[in-house]
């Protein structure tokens, strides 16, 4: 693609206008060649770019040097141009069709160039639109719903009551839609009953799913997953959650049945929220950070931590405290 041609689509301003390239793909400074293009936030950044053999540099205005050796790409948001710079070089993958080895419910619907790996095994009344590629050993339910141009990567499993907008990317060894950790405790006998786990899981568009994360299905209700939101590996949704409109959630979470995130909140590595919690917009809670059940977080852009968590000054005070109290006990037994 012609240099021009990107920066037309980034809505990025070419200096100089009539600078033109080839352009194949993206890269780092270390790694680049004549046809990729690098970016760069900071003057050493910068610098290490200049010296690079990359045909052009996705820069700040405020950064970027007049008469600069090599072509620039002049971005309000350089790391977003870039990323979206990848996305736009990225080559289509081919479509492969379907295995033979493939087990396909006859009243399954697939829409054109579907893409189902070997020994995929796809069930009754399943549909999957256009331009979804399911991995190998990966299992869609019976009545699952797949939106058009999914990733579905290697043994996934979508169990009955799964929906899928489109573009979503599900990572391999995920487990989406099965049965919430709910149960009744016979007081007679101590046993214990499964509540019903016959809800439903709806994950919207734009959203990713990390490797080997667990989604739940809702009890009676739903589950459901909004757009745009980005999930780690290794992360567990409980029954009824609700994560709001771009929410980010780092690896190792678990967030108890029916307990919300709202949107565009980021949720750290290790947290742990428990059951009815609520997770107010834009709210940061750091790594290891716990909620309580049915506690309310609030406070757009208030990053949180500790266990319980509270607002990050809060609880550095609070470690101070502890500090000069452990120094001051030292003396006394000294």
């Known amino acids: 693609m012609k240099l021009s041609e990107i920066a037309r689509a980034l809505a990025c301003e070419l200096r100089p206008a ?15 060649t004549p046809q990729t293009i690098v970016f760069a936030e900071d003057a050493r ?4 770019a200049l010296a690079s053999p990359a045909a ?11 008469g600069a050796a090599k072509p620039l790409l ?25 295995h033979p080895t493939a087990v396909i419910h006859p009243t399954a619907i ?27 050993g990966s299992v869609v339910g019976a009545g699952v719903t797949i939106g058009s141009r999914c990733r579905i990567y290697p043994r996934v499993v979508l169990y009955p009551g799964t929906k899928l907008g489109h573009h979503v990317v599900v990572h391999a060894g995920a487990v989406l839609g099965s ?9 007679a006998s101590g046993e214990y009953l499964q509540f019903p786990q ?39 949704l409980g029954h009824n959650v609700r994560v709001g409109r771009n929410v980010v959630i780092a690896a190792q ?32 809670l750091g790594s290891g950070s716990g909620v309580l059940t049915s506690k309310k977080v609030r406070g757009p852009g208030v990053v949180f931590w500790g266990r319980p968590a509270r607002p990050l000054r809060q609880y550095l005070k609070e470690l101070a405290a502890l500090a000069r109290l452990a120094r001051s006990s030292n003396k006394d037994t000294d």
């Not at 990713?208 to 999930?231: C, F, P, Q, S, Y």
């Not at 979470?253 to 107010?280: E, K, L, Y």
Request: glycine content about 12%.
């Open 18 to 32: 009539s600078a033109e390239a080839d352009i194949a793909g993206v890269a780092g400074s270390q790694s680049a």
């Open 45 to 48: 950044s910068l610098a290490a």
């Open 56 to 66: 052009a540099i996705v820069v700040f205005a405020s950064l970027a040097p007049s």
């Open 74 to 98: 002049v971005a309000q948001q350089p790391r977003l141009a870039f990323a979206q710079a990848a996305q736009l070089l990225s080559p289509a993958e081919p479509d492969t069709g379907v």
């Open 110 to 136: 697939l829409a054109d160039r579907v893409s189902v790996g070997a020994c995929a095994v796809i069930g009754a009344a399943a549909q999957i639109g256009a331009e979804t590629r399911i991995g190998a």
């Open 179 to 187: 049965d919430g950790f709910g149960y009744v405790r016979d007081a």
């Open 198 to 236: 016959q809800g439903r899981l709806v994950i919207e568009d734009h959203v990713e799913i990390g490797a080997n994360t667990t989604i739940d299905r809702g009890a009676l209700d739903e589950t459901r997953i909004e757009r745009g939101v980005k999930i780690d590996n290794l992360v567990h």
């Open 253 to 284: 979470t678990g967030v108890s049945g029916s307990s919300v995130i709202r949107a565009n909140a980021v949720v750290g590595g290790q947290v742990g929220i428990g059951d009815h919690a609520d997770v107010g917009e834009q709210v940061i």
